[in-house]
């Protein structure tokens, strides 16, 4: 009876540990987002004027190519004059491509093909102000002809929420 109940916590400890989302902090804790716990961390750089942090997300169809979906979060401390330079520089630079401008919320996501090598992808510039900071999610997607449907709508659920979670909280 023991081993039956112990064996039953364990997979119930297992099983919320895969479903529990990773919190991660920019900003000296001052910018909150969350991501799913199969998104691998693979840059993280906390400093001023910005803060990033870089995800690769698995996707079947890229294993054994130089081809990654990843996304990046940069917040910015627009109090300090180079880091308002620099987001209003990436604005700007979006305003001279040509992309589709959806607003979703406080975000506007700018979506545009661009290639990496052989290979097209579809990129999503999403920005967001929030007094005192300027934050930008980027998401690199390869185009992959073995990318499948169920694997592309997880991601864009996973995405919504990600853009969704990020909180701000106002600096003393």
């Given at each position: 009876?023991?081993a ?7 997979s ?12 991660i902090?920019l900003?000296d ?20 004027p910005?803060?990033v942090i870089?995800f690769?997300i698995?996707n079947p169809?890229d294993e ?8 990046s979060?940069?917040a910015w ?9 620099k987001f209003?520089q990436a ?6 491509q040509?992309h ?7 975000w506007?996501?700018?979506t ?6 052989d ?6 510039d999403?920005y967001r ?6 934050i930008?999610?980027r ?9 499948t449907?169920?694997w592309?709508d997880?991601?864009e659920?996973d ?14």
């Open positions: 009876m023991k039956t109940i112990i064996a039953f916590l364990f119930l400890v297992l099983s919320v540990a895969n479903t529990a989302e990773n919190v902090h900003q804790e001052q910018v909150s987002l969350r991501c799913p716990p199969s998104w691998i961390i693979i840059a993280h750089k906390l400093g001023s910005s803060d870089g690769q698995h169809a054994g190519s130089d081809d990654s979906t990843n996304l979060v940069v401390d627009l109090r300090q004059t180079e880091a308002m330079l209003t604005l700007l630079e979006h305003e001279k040509k589709s401008v959806k607003q979703v919320g406080d506007a996501i700018n545009w093909n661009d290639k990496q090598g290979t097209p992808y579809e990129i999503r999403c102000t929030a007094k005192p900071f300027g930008h999610v998401l690199a997607i390869p185009k992959l002809s073995k990318t449907k169920e592309y997880k991601l659920t995405f919504k929420k990600l853009l969704e979670s990020i909180t701000v909280k106002t600096p003393k």
